[in-house]
């Protein structure tokens, strides 16, 4: 059986996909933000970040594990490289936290408790966009995602549907459906893989229910018969 030690401990495995599960195996609790069981890997948000004994940085959600490897998951330089994306992705995101419907069950906004991220001492300088309240069952408020892809793998990889994508690169990069259109005009089914996965407010279900019953009886929305089962989110 291979092994590898983990912040001084020794762990065996033996068919882990990445290091974050032998971490995991482990009991170690390392945050994620874009990594899932269920879906394919994406190394985006960077924040399973661990460093090996030559202080050589990585993404562990990426890395298989090798026999012998030497890991430190909670070193001074891990700990403030993960504050700072936090801070960085909360300086890109809209600061209505309070009265958002997601407060409290909010990934982002656990991280930033959990990291001691006290302040954000960068400008929001990313465009206010328009919510999206087409769909009859979820509303889609751009200004809250962290392009972490978690709802585009879902509604591909898990529904076979792919009603949303990424557009444009660097700063303006965002995940829409294609051509900007709105979701109401693609081929979501309404079944919510996309909210179970989506660890902020980006994507979020239509509380209104009169708005809901009335759109429901639009015949041209489609439904699909059953809710998917909320998958595990880890
Ligand atoms: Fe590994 Fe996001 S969880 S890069």
């Known amino acids: 059986m291979s092994h590898m030690i983990i912040d001084g401990r020794k762990v065996e495995f033996t068919d882990e996909k990445n290091v974050l599960s032998v971490i995991r195996k482990a009991g170690i ?57 936090v801070e960085l992705l909360l300086a890109a995101h809209c600061r209505d936290c309070t009265t958002c419907v997601k407060s409290g069950e909010c990934v982002l906004q656990e991280l930033a408790h959990r990291l001691g991220v006290e302040n954000v001492r960068f400008q929001n300088t990313r465009e206010q966009r328009e919510l999206d309240l087409s769909s009859p069952s979820l509303v889609r408020d751009p200004n809250k995602c962290i392009l972490c892809g978690n709802c585009v793998r879902a509604c591909e990889e898990l529904q076979g549907i792919g009603a949303l994508g990424f557009a444009f690169r660097g700063t303006e990069a965002m995940v829409m459906p294609a051509f900007d259109r709105k979701i109401s005009t693609t081929d979501c089914v309404n079944c919510g893989q996309c909210r179970v996965f989506c660890p902020t407010g980006a994507i979020s279900i239509r509380t209104n229910m009169d708005e809901v019953w009335e759109a429901l009886a639009d015949p041209d929305v489609r439904v699909v018969a059953q809710v998917a089962p909320a998958v595990r989110v880890a």
């Open 29 to 85: 609790n390392i945050p994620t933000l874009c990594y899932h069981s269920e879906l394919s890997t994406f190394g985006a948000c960077r924040l399973c970040t661990v460093e090996d004994d030559r202080g050589k940085m990585f993404a562990s959600c990426s890395e298989e594990p090798r026999d012998g490897m030497v890991i430190h998951t909670n070193s001074g330089r891990i700990r403030k490289y993960r504050k700072l994306i």
